[in-house]
């Protein structure tokens, strides 16, 4: 006995294309395909960064026995986001005026253990020579007044594809543990107040920060004297760390 084949659609997304005209659903089709065409070679430079960082992070275990980078992660940026971020900078909502303005479209966010380690990383990466260095923010030397500290490169990548190479921006953040750690709790805390984070969070925010670059200086320095290069505080540490 034959049975009707599940529908894919529900009967109400289908009554609710049905009240779509034709020409518009094509229009919100061929807008989709447009959108597939802009957002892919952005997946390809998060990809091509991020094989350069772990080739890095593979040669230092290998060859150097120490591992400065903690981990790595990637977010390319949702459709929802980036028209946020086109009303917010005032964007011409054209594919060509997003590529121009929002380079932050791909993003790859590496964490080190030491901020050494972020100043290594960032100079290795950007001296490969078909990495081309568009800007740097030094939120590290320069930390924003909330307390944020990470270093931020703008960086453009080739991606080769069939119809040629394409060069893509990628935002690379690079920042320390404890960095990281501050940043996605301010992150939180500010989605939860929808930007308006009270007084006192704030400044117990601002306080934090202080600590955990404290907590850098200090950690950095321990690791010095364990590897035997000096450190600012010449205390001596019992055996094995
Ligand atoms: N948690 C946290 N993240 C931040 C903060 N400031 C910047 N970031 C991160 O860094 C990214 C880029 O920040 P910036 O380099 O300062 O860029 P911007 O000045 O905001 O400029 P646009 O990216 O063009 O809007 C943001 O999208 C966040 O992911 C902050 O105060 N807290
Ligand atoms: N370069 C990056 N690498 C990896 N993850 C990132 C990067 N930039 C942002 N993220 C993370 O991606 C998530 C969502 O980012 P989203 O694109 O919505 O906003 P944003 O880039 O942080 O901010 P904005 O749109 O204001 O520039 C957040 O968890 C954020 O921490």
């Given amino acids: 006995m034959d ?7 529900s009967t109400r997304a289908i009554m609710a294309l049905q009240s779509i005209d034709p020409a518009t659903l094509s229009e919100v089709q061929a807008f989709r395909e447009d959108f597939a ?3 892919m070679p952005y997946k390809f430079g998060i990809d091509e960064i991020s094989t350069k960082v772990s080739i890095l992070r593979e040669e230092f275990a290998e060859l150097q026995d120490y591992n400065p980078i903690e981990h790595i992660s990637s977010r390319l940026k949702s459709a929802e986001s980036i ?22 479209i791909a993003g790859v966010r590496i964490v080190c253990s030491f901020v050494s380690d972020v100043y290594r ?14 800007q740097v923010k030094d939120y590290i030397a320069h930390p924003k007044p909330n307390g944020y500290k990470s270093l931020h490169v703008i960086v453009e990548v080739p991606v080769f594809l069939s119809g040629g190479p394409v060069a893509v921006p990628v935002e690379v953040q690079l920042r320390t543990v404890a960095m990281d750690f501050w940043a996605s709790l301010e992150h939180k805390i500010y989605y939860k107040y929808d930007g308006e984070v009270p007084e006192a969070l704030l400044r117990d925010l601002t306080a934090a920060a202080g600590t955990a670059g404290q907590l850098d200086i200090t950690m950095e320095d321990i690791h010095r004297q364990v590897r035997g290069d000096g450190g600012a505080a010449q205390y001596a540490l019992p055996v094995s760390v």
């Fill in 121 to 134: 990383v960032f100079e290795l990466l950007t001296a490969q020579e078909d990495v081309h260095v568009l």
């Fill in 37 to 39: 065409r802009f957002i």
């Fill in 83 to 104: 028209e946020q971020k086109v009303i917010r900078k005032n964007c011409e909502p054209s594919f060509e005026a997003i590529r121009a303005a929002i380079t932050d």
């Fill in 3 to 9: 049975s009707d084949p599940a529908p894919l659609l």
